[in-house]
Structure formats: structure tokens, C-alpha cells
């Protein structure tokens, strides 16, 4: 398997643009979620899919952030309109039976927003 | 609800000396258990996890942790360190049921310096 693959790798945007981030989580893996990475903040989980329906998005920050999956392989995160404070990596990771087997990260995709 | 605390955000240690990164969790349900290791500019990999059973775990590259519920801790240990151990260290915590079921918690990380 290839893992968790998030594309792309490294964005560089203007302030006020959409962004989408993708991410294809591991073939049989029924959990998703997406994570920001910031040096302030650490690590935070801004939602979690379970079956491909969310369970939790009690960390998104705000209505300029949607995150969608439409399918089991399939995940986007949204930022609309996009502002420099929103300058993260975002990773993306899938697990399998609640977590018990392990979470398997992506390799992030590093946001610039300028 | 659930949370991890990282003792330490900084630990310092000269090149084959003990490792020891503190962890402490707390969890309303049985908890799922895990260390992640980050190198700059790269992404989580997983160390070693507890889930159940036997409560001192085995990971990759000479660490191990053990589970003890009577203090809420999964300390990270390694007995020699390495150069290549320089890193960032993240314990995580998830529910094995209930509302945190699945749900994975980080705590802050801890940067682990080797020293010649």
C-alpha cells in the first residue's frame, strides 16, 4: 500500500483565496481525519470521519473551513476565503477499528497563505 | 473527554544515555496508547503502541513505554541514546470506547537533543 497520500505537498497562496487540500486515505481504513500543525498550537484535530460520515468537527476553526468525504478513498479540506493566520501543515492520517491498529499519517501538505 | 500531558518540552541528553520522555493521560474510557516520532519536515511515524495486553510495549528503533493505569503515565524510554534520536516526540491518546471512541489526542510534543 502507499500509505496516506496528501497532495499537494506545498501550496503557497494570496490572502482571500480558496485552498483545497486532498487526501486518499489507506485502502480499508473506515477512519479519517485532518490535522493542523502550527508551532503555537501543535497539533490540533480539526475533524474526524468515521465511514465516511463526520463524527467530530468541534476543531474547525471557523465557517472558512469545510472538509468533505465523498467516498472511502476520498477527502478535501477547504479554506474559503483563505488568511495568512491559516499558515499550517495540515496532515491527514487513517486508522482502521477505532484506532486499535495504529493511525498511519500522510506527509502533510505545507499551507502559505501570503 | 481526554488530554495528554508532555512533561517537558525540552530534553537534552548526551549521545548513550538514558532516554526518558514523560507522558501522562487521562481518559474517561480504556485508552489506546501511542508515541509518534517527527523528524524536521517530515511527517508522524508511528514508534509503538499499547492497546492491550501485556503493558510494557516494543518499538521501532530501541524505545519502548510502559502502561501503568495506577499513575496514568506511558513514559517513553530508550536505554542508549543516538545522534540520530534528535527529534520530536508526540504521545497520543485515543478511547477504546465511548465518545472518544477512535478520537486520537496529541499532547505538545517533546524535542528530544542529543549531545556528542
Known amino acids: 500500500d502507499a500509505g496516506v497520500i496528501q497532495s499537494p505537498r506545498h501550496e503557497v497562496t494570496e490572502m482571500g483565496q480558496e485552498v483545497t487540500l486532498r487526501c486518499k486515505p489507506i485502502?480499508?481504513?473506515?477512519?479519517l481525519f485532518w490535522y493542523r500543525q502550527t508551532m503555537m498550537r501543535g497539533l490540533e484535530l480539526l475533524i474526524y470521519f468515521n465511514n465516511n460520515v463526520p463524527i467530530d468537527d468541534s476543531g474547525m476553526p471557523e465557517d472558512r473551513f469545510s472538509a468533505k468525504m465523498p467516498n472511502a478513498s476520498f477527502s478535501t479540506l477547504k479554506i474559503q476565503p483563505s488568511e495568512p493566520r491559516d499558515s499550517a501543515v495540515y496532515f491527514c492520517a487513517s486508522s482502521f477499528g477505532g484506532g486499535a491498529y495504529g493511525y498511519t499519517f500522510g506527509s502533510g501538505t505545507r499551507l502559505t497563505v501570503v | 473527554a481526554q488530554s495528554v500531558t508532555q512533561l517537558g518540552s525540552h530534553v537534552s541528553v548526551s549521545e548513550g544515555a538514558l532516554v526518558l520522555l514523560r507522558c501522562n493521560y487521562s481518559?474517561?474510557?480504556?485508552?489506546?496508547l501511542f508515541w509518534y516520532v517527527q523528524y524536521p519536515n517530515q511527517g508522524l511515524q508511528l514508534l509503538l503502541k499499547y492497546t492491550t495486553g501485556a503493558t510494557l510495549v516494543k518499538g521501532i528503533n530501541g524505545f519502548e513505554a510502559e502502561f501503568k493505569k495506577s499513575e496514568t503515565s506511558f513514559h517513553l524510554t530508550k536505554p542508549s541514546a543516538h545522534m540520530s534520536d534528535a527529534a520530536e516526540y508526540f504521545c497520543?491518546?485515543?478511547?477504546?470506547?465511548?465518545?472518544?471512541?477512535?478520537?486520537?489526542?496529541f499532547g505538545q510534543g517533546t524535542i528530544l537533543t542529543v549531545h556528542p
Open positions: 497520543a491518546v485515543s478511547g477504546a470506547g465511548g465518545t472518544s471512541y477512535g478520537k486520537l489526542t
Open positions: 485502502s480499508g481504513h473506515n477512519s
Open positions: 481518559s474517561s474510557v480504556p485508552p489506546y
